[in-house]
């Protein structure tokens, strides 16, 4: 189907090289299963669940229909002083997947605003706790913490942050965990602890009673599936715990059974003071993001204020929207009749089976991978990104999707995805990257 450009014309899209993609338009339709198709009902694989975020595969019936009935029950409720059933049981259900002690959970609309309030809720902790000089982050290089303000302060992608001011004051970066001897491994690198080590060298040079807060992303998702070493979570958590300072997971990407378990947290077993998640909660059918915090955060900035007050001056127009909680409740019940973290484990060897045997294609230079989440970057041409944009042109043509970020490629397909789909997938990667030869 052609469209001309006055149709073209007045949306502007995100992230996207816009005049290129309208001269050469690639449009979506409908989604079902794995799958997603264009206007002339071409089948395109969807080898990142859409943006990692249709973990239960495209368009589900069940959420569907949740989502209509309550818009016609209640399409919308105030939530400043006021509520809405829903809102606290998707709470109590999303709590029972989250690490032990994470039982409070305060509800966004994306992943970038969880990340802006967990860094007010780090503010509020300290400050309630008579520290409030604690105003200092520290995060990682190529690091991915949504676009906002705050947020693209704390990333680590210059591109996301270059032409848009200084952000907020405060912020420093650790090294990434990226390094040349890793190449090529499967699961977590055994070199690359002593990194960690960054956020003790960062906290004896700014004082350590300054940092409100280490946010990383326990798999570094955007920049290309970062697996972290190990030992390296661990002794983050270690540092923390020593300073005071508040760890907080970044788990948009991983969370909703990505690395095979409900959370990277549980993955590796290293429990964070705050944790942030979005884009699986919903399946993606409805806008909505949430943040699980501690008890101790939770209580402390609880008990601060005294009875019939405002605890926590914070929240948004959507904040545990009717609809979004429909969606999300109707996903947890996909979560465990379809046991989709269980799914997402037991296919886990077979997709970085077969996600690895393309090491010997000479353009890739390099792969990772956890669970159902794997990286890989081919050797530039032309410039930066060039020759990445120019592949996922041609992966489209050839019937599949998945995300690049310049020349890295991100794989990570629905949960719900069997072992045929992984095969379709390297058939097409080793395909498209024979065409670039």
Request: hydrophobic residues 40%; aromatic residues 10%; charged residues 20%.
């Amino acid at each position: 189907m052609k469209y001309d450009i006055e149709f073209l014309e007045n949306y502007w899209m995100p992230f996207t090289a816009n005049r290129d993609f309208k001269a050469d338009p690639r449009m979506i339709v409908r989604g079902e299963g794995v799958y997603m198709y264009t206007p002339e009902d071409e089948a395109i694989l969807d080898g990142s669940s859409g943006l990692f975020c249709c973990a239960a595969g495209h368009s589900r019936p069940e959420i569907a229909e949740a989502v209509y009935a309550q818009l016609q029950q209640a399409a919308y409720v105030p939530p400043f002083q006021l509520s809405q059933p829903l809102s606290f049981e998707l709470a109590r259900r999303v709590a029972k997947l989250t690490p032990d002690g994470l039982d409070h959970i305060f509800f966004v609309n994306s992943g970038s605003e969880s990340v802006d309030t967990a860094m007010k809720m780090a503010y509020a902790y300290h400050y309630a706790r008579g520290e409030g000089q604690r105003q200092r982050f520290v995060s990682r290089e190529r690091a991915y913490h949504g676009v906002n303000l705050a947020g693209i302060s704390l990333s680590g992608m210059v591109k996301n942050r270059q032409a848009f001011g200084p952000g907020v004051p405060g912020v420093a970066h650790m090294r990434h965990t990226w390094l040349p001897e890793n190449r090529f491994v499967r699961g977590q690198p055994d070199e690359g602890i002593e990194l960690a080590e960054d956020l003790q060298r960062i906290a004896m040079n700014v004082g350590p009673d300054t940092i409100a807060a280490c946010f990383v992303e326990p798999v570094a998702g955007s920049t290309g599936v970062l697996v972290p070493p190990k030992g390296y979570l661990e002794r983050l958590r270690e540092i923390c715990d020593e300073h005071g300072i508040l760890l907080v997971f970044d788990e948009v990407i991983c969370g909703f059974g990505r690395l095979g378990t409900a959370f990277a947290a549980d993955a590796f077993s290293v429990t964070p003071d705050i944790m942030t998640m979005a884009k699986a909660i919903t399946n993606a059918a409805q806008p909505m993001g949430a943040v699980a915090v501690s008890d101790r955060v939770h209580d402390t900035i609880m008990e601060a204020s005294g009875p019939g007050l405002v605890e926590f001056f914070h929240g948004y127009t959507y904040s545990g929207h009717p609809a979004a909680c429909a969606a999300g409740l109707a996903m947890m019940d996909i979560i465990e009749t379809d046991r989709l973290f269980e799914r997402a484990s037991e296919l886990s060897p077979y997709f970085l089976d077969q996600v690895f045997a393309l090491s010997d294609i000479p353009l890739i230079t390099d792969i990772r991978g956890y669970g159902l989440f794997a990286g890989f970057d081919i050797k530039p041409a032309g410039g930066p990104g060039v020759r990445g944009t120019d592949f996922q042109k041609r992966m489209f043509k050839n019937g599949l999707h998945i995300k690049m970020t310049g020349d890295a490629g991100l794989i990570a397909p629905p949960l719900v995805s069997e072992r045929h789909h992984i095969d379709k997938i390297c058939d097409i990667l080793r395909r498209t990257l024979a065409e670039l030869e």
